[in-house]
């Protein structure tokens, strides 16, 4: 059985993530409140809150195979209405709480042989959209984080990045919370639809897993099209 380290594991794709892997697999949680998770086999909780120091994240002695890091922000205002902040906000964490993770459980990785670990990103950093300055800016970050990482890491740790378009998620309610705004957002993608937190968290797992072992230092898009797709 391998073992798996899920950060935000109890919501959204975190959540759909941590359903897929310990169906097979020990899934160690870490999020900041526990919820959602009664009823799954193999998954411990851990209470840690991303942006706080990583001395008080817990102590994992076994190997973990693949790292998973799912906590994010969507913070979308004009930039005149952003505040030096909000950018920094989305960069602790998004970028920094990412980097404390892999580097308090780097030997983990190390250890396990062969490891894997899964970031996110998001469209609207290989295709500008307006309102997302400072989201774009924190994963843009992330993204030369992911290919640094792989370079780094090579051969016995994979890194790779999921760059989706608009998820049905907790963290989209607010773009997604009428049908009015559902509508909106399903006619700007190609495939008419967005993307389920199911879909994505199904890409994590083909990324943790053996099937994914030539992948590393990728970006890889899930959107329904929208960054490359432009239908006449």
Excluded: W
């Excluded at 250890?111 to 950093?125: D, E, P, Q, R, Y």
């Amino acid at each position: 059985m391998k073992t798996f380290l899920v950060v935000g594991g109890t919501s959204g794709i975190g959540l759909e993530t941590t359903k897929i892997l310990s169906n097979q697999n020990r899934v160690i949680v870490l999020s900041r409140t526990y919820k959602n998770l009664d009823g799954l086999i193999n998954v411990y909780f851990h209470s840690v809150d991303v942006t706080k120091s990583a001395e008080e994240f817990p102590q994992i002695d076994e190997s973990i195979d693949g790292l998973v890091y799912c906590p994010g922000t969507i913070n979308l205002k004009p930039l005149k209405s952003l505040k030096l902040e909000d950018f920094q906000n989305d960069f602790e964490v998004n970028v920094l709480g990412a980097v404390k993770v892999i580097n308090k459980y780097f030997n983990n990785l190390k250890s396990a042989g062969k490891s894997s670990i899964v970031l996110f990103s998001t469209v609207a950093v290989q295709t500008g959209m307006p309102y997302h300055a400072s989201i774009a800016a924190s994963k843009g970050a992330v993204e030369g984080l992911t290919r640094t990482l792989a370079a780094e890491f090579a051969p016995d740790i994979r890194v790779n990045c999921i760059a989706p378009s608009i998820t049905n998620t907790p963290l989209a309610d607010k773009l997604l919370n009428n049908e009015a705004k559902i509508k909106v957002s399903e006619k700007r993608h190609p495939l008419k639809r967005i993307g389920s937190a199911e879909e994505i968290a199904q890409a994590v797992e083909f990324l943790l897993s053996e099937k994914s072992g030539f992948i590393t230092g990728q970006i890889i898009k899930i959107d329904g099209g929208i960054s490359s797709v432009k239908l006449l």
